[in-house]
């Protein structure tokens, strides 16, 4: 089929489907490309982003790596031309804990990050070890790959706001965070400019005679309207394991909740040069003695003297916010909307990350005026996307991106452009096709398949 005749609908106005249109359209030249969505774009789950991204993935081989290091090349591209407009950043993420049992762990995934093609692994254990802290703006450090850092005076030099009894940390460097919705629009303005039309409706089924997509079937208010079509892309987010079944695919993804929240910071408790921080260790919350014997006694409430797991995470935003994240809650759900408020998240959150960064121990285990917010993580078992054809000719998904859509979000619209197109593929392209549950090798692989790299 001619790229001119080429009808493409794409299901779905999140950031994966936006990117998607960005690609096919501005990129690939493509001249009838059309976003429905029921609601507004990049609304649903593509606002309630941390923002953040990283190279810095687990194998077992090297194709998260690389599927990532694409998409920052694209993001900075999109930076580069725009004047940053994305407001983009080079912070880094750093990974820190307490435990000396965790040196070896952190060591072992610099160097894998460093064979999957992450960098260079630099280790630093003395205080007179060269290291660079990373720039609080800009986004064109020649840093790649991770620091280790053992020696605790060297921490306490360049990382005093951590907890002092802080023993060994990574700062992963092709990482930092930007502004999701500044780039979402950036593609969606880009995608409209060349011609990409969008259609406001729910999309209730397909049209699949004789074994290939012919049309779209949109609901708009009750009326029922024909979008042909010769390529299909299910981008649905939270939806699309409904949207999927509408075309006979049971696919292998669940979804959970993630939340974030967000306050202004004016006590100054997050170092507002801080990268992003991530603790790993489990833990248990810092609760006064009179706190810890009231919720002793309180049957609704002694679960919060439990331990909690490792993960929580957060960063400063502008000149005054903060962002935390403690995703202790990570059981397979059914989407609502709207999503249901977690009992205690802030007080959580903050108390956990006041761990990590003792200076928000300053209010007291009580945000002022805390913002929740929060998605679902559609995901796979192994944590890799789903993007590629279905068996249904014609017909694409592009989805499971987790907590990594953002970040994600340039090269999966890139991938489904080169499907489409019938371009050369990258190396990558393989790992993220539906079709990988059927090999026999993958499916020895999923069983003892280890860390998927969610935060």
């Not at 012919?214 to 309207?225: F, I």
């Not at 100054?268 to 921080?277: C, D, F, K, S």
């Not at 603790?279 to 810092?286: A, G, H, V």
């Amino acid at each position: 089929m001619s790229h001119s005749s080429s009808q493409v609908v794409i299901c779905g106005a999140g950031i994966a489907g936006v990117a998607a249109a960005y690609s096919l359209a501005v990129v690939s030249g493509l001249d009838n490309v059309v976003l429905v969505d029921e609601g507004h774009p990049l609304s649903v789950t593509s606002d309630k982003s941390t923002e953040a991204y990283r190279n810095w993935w687990p194998g077992p081989d090297r194709a998260m790596t690389s599927f990532m290091n694409r998409s920052i090349d694209l993001i900075e591209g999109i930076a580069h031309a725009t004047d940053n407009r994305i407001n983009l950043n080079r912070r880094g993420y750093v990974f820190a804990t307490a435990d000396a049992a965790m040196i070896p762990f952190l060591e072992t995934m610099a160097k894998m990050a460093e064979a999957n093609g992450g960098g260079p692994a630099r280790f630093h254990g003395s205080p007179d070890s060269t290291y660079a802290p990373s720039a609080e703006r800009g986004f064109d450090s020649g840093l790649t790959g991770a620091d280790v850092i053992t020696d605790p005076l060297l921490i306490r030099r360049h990382f005093p706001y951590l907890a002092p009894e802080t023993i060994a940390l990574a700062h992963a460097r092709r990482a930092g965070w930007l502004s999701a919705q500044q780039l979402g629009m950036v593609m969606l303005e880009e995608a409209r400019a060349h011609g990409v039309q969008i259609v406001k409706g729910r999309v209730d089924g397909f049209d699949t005679t004789g074994g290939r997509v012919r049309a779209v079937l949109v609901d708009q208010g009750g009326e029922r309207q024909t979008l042909p079509a010769t390529h299909a892309v299910l981008a649905a987010g939270p939806m699309q394991g409904a949207m999927a079944r509408m075309i006979g695919l049971d696919l292998p993804i669940r979804a959970e909740r993630h939340y974030k929240v967000s306050f202004a910071d004016s006590l100054g408790g997050m170092p507002r040069n801080a990268p992003m921080l991530i603790w790993l260790d489990q833990q248990y919350l810092p609760w006064t003695d009179d706190e810890r014997a009231a919720l002793a006694a309180d049957d609704e409430a002694q679960w919060l003297l439990g331990p909690f797991p490792a993960g929580v995470h957060g960063r400063p935003d502008g000149a005054s916010a903060t962002f935390m994240l403690f995703n202790h809650h990570g059981d397979p759900v059914d989407p609502i909307f709207p999503l249901p408020e977690p009992e205690h998240y802030a007080e959580i959150a903050l108390r956990g990350m006041s761990t990590m960064v003792p200076g928000l121990k300053v209010y007291d285990g009580e945000i002022p005026r805390p913002h929740i917010d929060g998605g679902y993580y559609m995901r796979t078992q192994e944590n890799r996307p789903l993007i590629g054809p279905v068996p249904v000719e014609g017909a694409y998904i592009s989805c499971a991106f987790s907590g990594f859509g953002v970040m994600a979000s340039c090269a999966g619209g890139e991938l489904i452009a080169r499907y489409i197109t019938e371009s050369a593929l990258p190396d990558y392209a393989q790992a993220f096709l539906l079709s990988r549950y059927q090999d026999a090798a993958y499916a020895t692989l999923l069983e003892n398949w280890g860390d998927g790299g969610q935060l």
